[in-house]
Structures are given as C-alpha cells and as structure tokens.
C-alpha cells in the first residue's frame, strides 16, 4: 500500500474484535471506525458542503451508476473531477455500480465480459465492464474506488454464489489491470486506492475463499459486499464475525451498505472499520430522527407542543436551535426546511455515535459501552 | 409612535422620492429600504435561520392564514410566539390573511362582519373578523401586524373599489380597538406595530381618500395594497407613484407583494421602503436565478460544463463554493441541495440590491446607480 492510503491501526479492543485507526487519503486522515453519508448524485441530499464538515462528516460516498447516467463521468472530469465539481474538500469514496446494476437496472444481462442493463431514467442500454467501470471511476477522481463485482441477490443457490464469486475475482483482476494503467496515465491528478470486495453469499467456505483471493492481490482496503440484501440480520452477521477476522490487520475493513445503528455497533465489535449507508438521510426526508434510545417519529402528535429538542445534550445545529414542536410543523406542512434539520441531526448523530465508539475503543472501554449502548436503544 | 417603532429618516435622495431610514422594533433595526423573505408557514422555504442571517436578512414576513391553520395561533402562542416557535431572532411582520383569504379560500363570503372562507387545506369553515385576526396577530407576536383588509381583485368596478375601500377603513378601526385592547392585556409579550393598509384598487381619489383616513388614525406604518394582483405594471406603478407622497414622511411605507428587481428598484424611486415577496424563493425553486443582468435558468443547457458562479463578485455561499454547471446537474437531478443554494443566491441577491439601492440613496446617488441598473438589468 502507497504513503498514500497508510491505515494507521491506533487501538485494538482487548474484548472484542474493535479496532480504531486512521486511513490517510490524498485528501485527508479519517478517523475509523467511520460512516460515510451517501451522495448518490454528488450531494448528500440537502446538505451543502458546509453542512457536512458541520456534521463532522469525514468522508462521503458517491455512486459511479448516477454519475455516469448523469451528468456523465467525462463531463465531472472535465470539471476536474469529483471533489472540484462538488466543492467537497476531504475524502470521497465511489462505489463501483454493482450493486446498482441490480437494484436499479430494468433488465440486466449478466456475462463474463461485464453486465448490459438499461438505465432506470430513460431505459437505454449500457455496458459495465470492469475496465469501464474503472474508467468512470478514475474519471470521477474518488479517493477510494471499488472494485466493479457481481452483488448477488438473497437467497442465492450456493452454486451460483460459488460461481458468481469466481467471476468476481476475475473481475478484481481485470479491474486492478485497467487501475494501474489508468494511474499510471492519469498523473495530473492525485491517486485512488482501489479497494477489493468480497462476495459468496452467506456461505462461509466462498467467503473464505475469496477473501483469501483478494488478500493475494495486495489491494490497500477490503470490503464485505453482497450482504444488507434481504438475508435475515443474524445471517448478515455470521458473515460479518466469520469473513473480518479474515482480511488483514493492517488494512480498512469496510462493510458496503449497513446500517442501523445497532447494526454498525455490533459491526464494529466484530472488526469492520467502514460503512455507509441512506439509513440517517433517507429515514430522516421520511420524518424519523435516530436517537440514543431509538427512532422517532417526527410527525407524531405527541411532538405538537413539545420545546424539547430531537435530543437531550446532541450539539447538533437542529437539536441546539429547534423544537419537536416547530420540526413537526415543518413535517406536516411539508416544508423542505423539516427535510433537512432532521437529515442534519441524522448524520450529525451517526458521526458521533461513531466518534463514541472510537474513544471507547481507544480507552478500552468498547465492551462496557457497547452493553450501555444495547440496554438504551430500541429499534 | 412609541419609541419601540421608530422610524428615523437618514437619507432623501434629491432627485427621486428615495429615502433611506432605519426601523426600529423590539427585536432589532431595519436599514431601509428593506425586502422582507417570505416566510408564509414560519419557514423562508429551504433555509434555516442561520442562512438567513447569513443572507443578511433582517426582517421576516410570515402568514397569519397559514399558521391560523397550521399549527394554529394558540399553539404557536404557547410556545413563546413566532420567534420563539421558529428561533428567530430578527423582526418578524405577519400579513393579516386578508390577501389569502381571497386568492386561497376556496369560496368565500365577505360582509360587514368579516370574511367566511373554507380552508385550502381541508374544506372546513372558518371566519375572520378584523378582531379575530388582531388576536390571531398578537398570538403570533410579529412585531409588524397588518391590518385586515379586503384586498380587492382586478379588474374592479369603481363602485365595488368604493365601498370595499371604505368597509376596510371600518375594518381598520376595529383592528385598531381590538389592537388596542389586546396591548394592554398582553404586557408580557413585546409590543407590536399596527400598520394600515391603503386600497382604493386603481382609482387615484379612492386611494388618496383611504390614505388620509389612515392617516386621521396615527398608525406607525402604512401599506398600499391590493396591487400585484393582475393590473398592468403601468397602472400599479401609477398608484404607487400616486399615493407614496401622501403618507407620512416620518413612518415607513410598505408595498405589499412586489416584486420584481426593477419593480423594487422603480418603487424604491417612488418612495417605498419595505417589500415583500415570494419572487426571489418561488423564482429559486423553479430554477431560476437573479443576477445584475436579469433572470437565469438554472437547467439551461449552456450551463453544463460552465465553472462559472451563478453570478461573477456575488459574495453569497452558493456563488462562492459552487459552479453553474453543478447547480445545473442538482436541478437536471431534481436534487433538495439545488432549491437551497439556488434559494439562498437569490435571497441574498435581492438583500445586496436593497442595501446598494441603500447606500445610493445616502450618497446622495440614487438617480445615476438607477439609470446603470436599469441599463443592465433585462426582465
């Protein structure tokens, strides 16, 4: 791994499996464990950029599928790419369109050579091929780009999931060969880390297997894919405790699209340094805020006259300048005001929640607040 | 006028009706000539109370109509008042509901007494009277009210103009009684402002005899109302022209419901010192954005690979971090971040004019800083 995406490992959990550290990027350190607030379409939907270091985001994520769609990977890099075109100064992460191939594709024709589908805005056809999707990725100029893989769906037959795998290693490679072309031409601008995901359904041995795999290309970040599809969530689990023990010490450990909150604390705990997920901005344009004790329905009569904030003690923008009461008035009379005060203390709280985590793991101390954790929320 | 309303005269330009003033209420003073954001449901749309200081906002407009609905008065009364409920910290004017209650109210019934009207939002009955809505005002706790007026459509019969013109001066004087009534029982509430409305619809006698009726009753401020609702600019220009010079040098005129950049620029000239509108808000979240040279669509194709700002030298956030051809791409996207940076431009946009309009007008330069807006702006 290059100078230029070093994980510094800082603590290791002595009761459990979490580890704290710090992934240097070409734009920035990031504190891990971390969560990555999802920008599908380079914006976390109504927060600027301002708002996002306010919420002490440290990293975002950004979908390669949309971008490409619209406004086009070339035209962000004529704009000199990603970060320029956005006005966001630290570390962004792509993700490669796997997963949106399948979710978002109307029809999808899946080959060795990569995967035809038509584009869910105005059904056109298209071709993802590793190559091409690392050319749209280089394009974008992400920090940390992923590798482009067949997600599979759940459940899946054990002998496509062992097949499907094979293919994605495949493409891992293909993806490393057109990478190292493509820094090797691309000079101008500063370079990516080409992180590995890890496929095989929830089938242990084809986790093991292509975790093992990937481990032999000596790529600087390994996710978990494939899982937040549908499985129940002790299966997405007895994936993540069996398949992190496996990847490498000295390197992230990114679980793609988890979660909830209790999700990314028992996350954690079983070794993963990384996530993302729309859970807070999503849950938050549907009018449910995340506190320490759970979920709160925003439009609920019981907030009518309440002063109180979202939360007790968060120093959050909202919760230091807002009311349940004048939030719920911004629900129900569909103001985009509500959208994004309650998006805010979503991702506000989902980074300190992280912060939280990492200080307790440095102290020591994570298995005592992870028990405190569980014993106050509800989901 | 009490010492809480004061408005003092700094400025009149020698060769228009210009003047340049301060107002001073019980939550701060307003240079003026001032534009006041429309905030109808206690929320300028999109932007939080901080952007709103940082688009150098310095008095809100919010609609008695609305929050008599939603959330209603009494509760917003229970929270503290407007301010309270919204956490701002600036003035506050709220219209009376007059103008709503005809251009919204499904159906409507007006007599002596008041208005019946049924609620756009559900169908239900409702009735406001000048006194009701005095109370629905105080619970509120703008410190500018409105009077309740009829607000008179156009094209409008001569004899219609008339008798509605003086059936609001009645209504102005029972605004006035319960206004009266409701200050000395409400002491632990700030004091607010009762301004007078002149109507008269396009008939400069009616006007004039509605202006010094006002006038007998010695409110601390005044509106002209009834325009904008559908009159040739020429004729609206004509009353305002009209009737400006007959109110009170020593208190501020309000023109209600306008407008346009080179509308507030040719009112400015006439003599007016407060506006408000939905222009600059509802003009932002259909895409278009205001600049010195007129009105840009923000989904124009020639902006997609423009790296220029919305406006070259406009300090605001949106033009300071953020490209056309990003702003396009949010709007292409149907993206909330766009509504807000093109929200917060053009709220800006029209406090920089008030404020340049402002320091001409002290500079004595009023005339020659028209003639070059006029020279560049194209509608």
Redesign the interface.
Known sequence: MSEDFRYELVASDPDTGARAGVLHTPHGAIETPVFMPVGT???V??????DLEEARAQIILANAY?LYL??GHQ?ID???GLHS???WRGPILTDSGGFQVFSLGELNKISEEGVRFQSHLDGSYHLFTPESVMEIEHALGADIIMAFDECTPYPCERDYAAASMQMTLRWAERCLGRHRELSAERTHRPPQALFGIVQGSIYPDLRQYCAEALIDMDLPGYAIGGLAVGEPRKAMFEVVRGTAPLLPAQKPRYLMGVGLPHDLVEAVAAGIDMFDCVVPTRNARNGTAFTRTGRLRLKNARH??D?SPLEAGCDC?TCT???R??L???F??N???G???ATFHNVFFFQQLMRDMRAAIIEGRFATWQAEFSALYRD
Chains 1, 2 share one sequence.
């Open positions: 379409q380079a914006t939907k109504t927060l600027d950029q301002h949309h619209r406004p035209l004529r704009m000199g075109f956005m006005h009518a006259e002063p923008k300048h807002y009311s009461a004048y719920r008035h911004l129900q009379t103001e985009l005001l959208l994004h005060l």
